[in-house]
Protein backbone atom coordinates (compact mmCIF):
# COMPACT_ATOMS: atom_id res chain seq x y z
CA UNK A 1 0.00 0.00 0.00
CA UNK A 2 0.86 3.54 -0.89
CA UNK A 3 1.31 6.92 0.95
CA UNK A 4 1.90 10.30 0.44
CA UNK A 5 4.72 12.06 2.18
CA UNK A 6 4.61 16.12 2.43
CA UNK A 7 7.99 17.28 3.84
CA UNK A 8 8.74 20.84 4.95
CA UNK A 9 12.49 21.09 4.88
CA UNK A 10 13.87 23.62 6.72
CA UNK A 11 17.41 25.41 7.05
CA UNK A 12 20.09 26.21 4.30
CA UNK A 13 18.58 24.25 1.93
CA UNK A 14 18.29 27.09 -1.22
CA UNK A 15 21.14 27.74 -3.40
CA UNK A 16 23.07 24.39 -2.66
CA UNK A 17 21.57 21.99 -4.73
CA UNK A 18 18.77 20.72 -2.48
CA UNK A 19 16.20 20.03 -5.09
CA UNK A 20 18.53 18.14 -7.16
CA UNK A 21 19.39 16.60 -4.06
CA UNK A 22 16.27 15.65 -3.25
CA UNK A 23 15.30 14.33 -6.82
CA UNK A 24 18.14 12.05 -6.84
CA UNK A 25 17.53 10.35 -4.08
CA UNK A 26 13.41 9.73 -4.60
CA UNK A 27 14.47 8.52 -8.10
CA UNK A 28 16.70 5.79 -6.75
CA UNK A 29 14.42 5.08 -4.20
CA UNK A 30 11.55 4.50 -7.36
CA UNK A 31 9.17 7.14 -5.44
CA UNK A 32 7.14 9.47 -7.49
CA UNK A 33 6.85 13.41 -6.29
CA UNK A 34 7.96 16.85 -6.60
CA UNK A 35 10.51 19.29 -4.63
CA UNK A 36 10.32 22.64 -4.92
CA UNK A 37 11.53 26.05 -3.12
CA UNK A 38 9.05 28.16 -1.42
CA UNK A 39 8.88 31.99 -0.70
CA UNK A 40 10.05 31.53 2.73
CA UNK A 41 13.08 29.69 2.33
CA UNK A 42 12.40 26.05 3.24
CA UNK A 43 11.61 23.30 0.63
CA UNK A 44 8.78 21.27 0.25
CA UNK A 45 8.74 17.54 -0.57
CA UNK A 46 5.78 15.43 -1.53
CA UNK A 47 6.61 11.59 -2.10
CA UNK A 48 4.18 8.48 -3.07
CA UNK A 49 5.36 5.23 -1.89
CA UNK A 50 5.38 2.39 0.24
CA UNK A 51 5.97 3.74 4.01
CA UNK A 52 9.21 2.19 4.48
CA UNK A 53 10.83 3.20 1.51
CA UNK A 54 9.60 6.77 2.39
CA UNK A 55 10.87 7.11 5.54
CA UNK A 56 14.54 5.56 4.46
CA UNK A 57 13.71 8.84 1.77
CA UNK A 58 12.99 11.41 4.82
CA UNK A 59 16.43 10.51 6.70
CA UNK A 60 18.34 11.13 3.29
CA UNK A 61 16.30 14.27 3.32
CA UNK A 62 17.95 15.01 6.98
CA UNK A 63 21.34 14.86 5.74
CA UNK A 64 21.01 16.84 3.06
CA UNK A 65 23.94 17.73 -0.26
CA UNK A 66 27.16 18.56 1.04
CA UNK A 67 26.49 22.74 0.83
CA UNK A 68 23.09 22.17 2.88
CA UNK A 69 22.51 22.53 6.60
CA UNK A 70 19.11 20.79 7.54
CA UNK A 71 17.34 21.96 10.87
CA UNK A 72 14.32 20.52 10.67
CA UNK A 73 12.26 17.95 8.18
CA UNK A 74 8.64 18.20 9.07
CA UNK A 75 6.36 15.51 7.48
CA UNK A 76 2.61 14.72 6.56
CA UNK A 77 1.47 11.61 6.23
CA UNK A 78 -1.60 10.98 4.15
CA UNK A 79 -3.04 8.65 2.03
CA UNK A 80 -1.10 8.30 -1.45
CA UNK A 81 -3.58 10.46 -4.49
CA UNK A 82 -1.35 8.62 -7.75
CA UNK A 83 -1.52 12.01 -9.31
CA UNK A 84 2.87 11.75 -10.02
CA UNK A 85 4.02 9.51 -13.01
CA UNK A 86 7.95 10.52 -11.88
CA UNK A 87 9.68 12.70 -9.25
CA UNK A 88 10.35 16.11 -10.50
CA UNK A 89 12.26 19.33 -9.73
CA UNK A 90 9.22 22.38 -9.95
CA UNK A 91 11.29 25.50 -11.15
Not at 45 to 57: F, H, N, S
Request: charged share 25%.
Amino acid sequence: MHERLEAIVSGRVQLVMYRDFAQRKARRLKLVGSVENLSNGTVCVIAEGPRDVLEAYVTRLEGGPLLARVERVTPLWLPATGGFRDFSIIY
